[in-house]
Nanobody, 122 residues
Framework: QVQVVESGGGLVQAVGSPRLACAAA????????CGWFRQAPGKEREFVAA????????YYADSVKGRFTISRDNGKNTVYLQMNSLKPEDTAVYFC???????????????WGQGTQVTVSS
């Protein structure tokens, strides 16, 4: 059984630099891409960032490019999302997902975490 668990959310200031973490277990971590998605109240889930299994390829939504950085430590079975220069519109529940393709579409990912709330205060 694959498990995906996010951590690191909470109430953060716009000048802060929180880092979300996502730990996965149940299958060989390095063989699978990981993605971060987010969903704000009343809005659809949207792509944030993705990273390939070996970490060589990364992709970002235009809205976070240059501010967020996705990375992974395959030795710790963990993927990270470093968040800088936060904006109020970054407030959302952030989800981590694992899948076979490094994709921007949510339906390419087959295992999801429960999500972690990030609330940005100005």
């Amino acid at each position: 059984q694959v498990q995906v668990v996010e951590s690191g959310g909470g109430l953060v200031q716009a000048v802060g630099s929180p880092r979300l973490a996502c730990a996965a277990a149940g299958r060989t971590f390095s063989r699978y891409a990981c993605g971060w998605f987010r969903q704000a109240p009343g809005k659809e889930r949207e792509f944030v960032a993705a990273i390939s299994g070996a970490g060589r390829n990364t992709y970002y939504a235009d809205s976070v490019k240059g501010r967020f950085t996705i990375s992974r430590d395959n030795g710790k079975n963990t993927v990270y999302l470093q968040m800088n220069s936060l904006k109020p519109e970054d407030t959302a529940v952030y989800f981590c997902a694992q899948g076979s393709l490094t994709a921007t579409a949510w339906d390419h990912y087959d295992y999801w975490g429960q999500g972690t709330q990030v609330t940005v205060s100005s």
